[in-house]
């Protein structure tokens, strides 16, 4: 009786570590290596996500570099991350604020009332490599500006890898589901 328990724990177990093979690959070019887009000139460079060292390294690279003259950060209203505290928000052709709600969607919402009151064609958006996918999907489906969704990498040990699948999966799940935020509540 005890061979066959045994045998099938040893499928199960091997049908688990097989099923979790097949995601951690199907997730690489999903949330590892998204295809990369041309980054080009824009009017405008958004930092969206908190701004971590990652993303204001590359924002203001970009801005030195003159491909946007002007940069919008969304930061939270407390914190070490608000406008008040976040040294890039105190220099000039940098605005931070805050979307309402402090999520994806409500960034983008942000950008759609944002771009035409500031006279942005074309934006950068700068987020770290596992939301991608995401920001890009929320971006075709609530956004009707050019804008272009560029990674910014930054070290993640394999448990916040295994977070980001599975969070980034819901949330993407979530974005489908849910209607586009309201840019005029902002």
Same mark, same amino acid.
């Given at each position: ?8 724990? *040893? ?5 688990? =570590?097989?099923?979790? %093979?097949?995601?951690?690959? #199907?997730? !690489? $070019? ?37 491909? *946007? ?5 969304? =930061?939270?209203?407390? %914190?070490?991350?608000?406008? #008040?505290? !976040? $040294? ?99």
């Amino acid at each position: 009786m005890r061979a066959p328990t045994t045998r099938v724990a *040893a499928i199960a177990a091997g049908v688990i =570590v097989a099923l979790i %093979g097949v995601v951690a690959l #199907a997730g !690489l $070019p999903l949330y590892v290596f998204p295809p990369a887009e041309p980054i080009g000139k824009a009017d405008l460079v958004y930092v969206i996500g908190p701004p971590q060292k990652y993303r204001v390294e590359v924002e203001r690279a970009l801005r030195a570099e003159g491909v *946007a003259g002007h940069s919008l950060y969304s =930061v939270p209203t407390h %914190g070490g991350w608000s406008a #008040a505290r !976040l $040294p890039v928000c105190h220099e000039e052709g940098v605005d931070c604020v805050h979307p309402e709600p402090f999520t994806t969607k409500g960034e983008i919402a942000l950008l759609t009332k944002y771009a035409p009151a500031h006279d942005v064609d074309r934006t950068i958006i700068l987020t770290f490599t596992p939301h991608v996918l995401r920001t890009r999907y929320i971006l075709e489906k609530c956004y009707h500006g050019d804008a272009t969704v560029v990674a910014v990498d930054q070290h993640l040990s394999l448990a916040d890898w295994i977070y980001q699948y599975a969070y980034q999966s819901f949330a993407l799940v979530k974005a489908w589901i849910t209607p586009c935020a309201d840019s005029s509540d902002l």
